[in-house]
Every structure is written in C-alpha cells, then in structure tokens.
Nanobody, 121 residues
Framework: QVHLVESGGGSVQAGGSLRVSCAAS?????MGWFRQAPGKEREGVAY???????YYAASVKGRFTISRDNAKTTLSLQMNNLKPEDTAIYYC??????????????????WGQGTQVTVSS
C-alpha cells in the first residue's frame, strides 16, 4: 500500500515563502501538487516526472518550483512571492500511469492528507 506523508506549509504574509514536502514509500513516475481553496474545486499546481519533466499551472509559474530528492521519493514545492489567492490546502498526489503525467485530477489515484497554506495580505 502506498503512503504519502506531507509536511511543511503554514502561514505567511504576502510576498513571503513557504515550502511543502511529501514523502512517498517508493519512487513513482508521476507526482504532482494540487490545491483546494474553500468553496473551490481542487486544481493542479505542478507536476514532476522521474524523467525530469516539470510543469506548472499558469497561476504559479515563475513563483513556485517543484523538485524531487535524489531517490525521487520525496516531492517538494518551494513557493515564493506568495499571494493571498494561494491560500488553500495543498495535496501531494501520485499518478497512476507509468508513461504519462498531467495536471488533470483523473491522472492521480493516491493522495496525501493535505497541508494548509495561508497567505495574509
């Protein structure tokens, strides 16, 4: 059974930085970060493949950086220049396909417990 353990997050003022991480029980081709704000749908933020591909949603490109450790089992998201609209619960997820990856929710079949990120103005 796959386990995902998230850490990090917290509260910061606008313009600040936070980091969230997710430890998986093994390496997976496709891993991504999603977020869900109150009253809104869960949306894709960024994904990473073991092949080195990284992809970002337009709303975070240039501010967020997704990365993996050398073992490729820990996924991190460095969030800089945070804005109040980045406030959400952030979820780590594992993609079910070993050959493709995307920011579509249907790509993922395993989810972390979520960690809160709050950005105040």
């Amino acid at each position: 059974q796959v386990h995902l353990v998230e850490s990090g997050g917290g509260s910061v003022q606008a313009g600040g930085s936070l980091r969230v991480s997710c430890a998986a029980s093994s390496s997976f081709y496709c891993m991504g970060w999603f977020r869900q704000a109150p009253g809104k749908e869960r949306e894709g933020v960024a994904y990473s493949t073991t092949g080195g591909t990284r992809y970002y949603a337009a709303s975070v490109k240039g501010r967020f950086t997704i990365s993996r450790d050398n073992a490729k089992t820990t996924l991190s998201l460095q969030m800089n220049n945070l804005k109040p609209e980045d406030t959400a619960i952030y979820y780590c997820a594992i993609g079910s396909d070993v050959n493709s990856c995307s920011l579509s929710r249907s790509t993922y079949n395993t989810w972390g417990q979520g960690t809160q990120v709050t950005v105040s103005s």
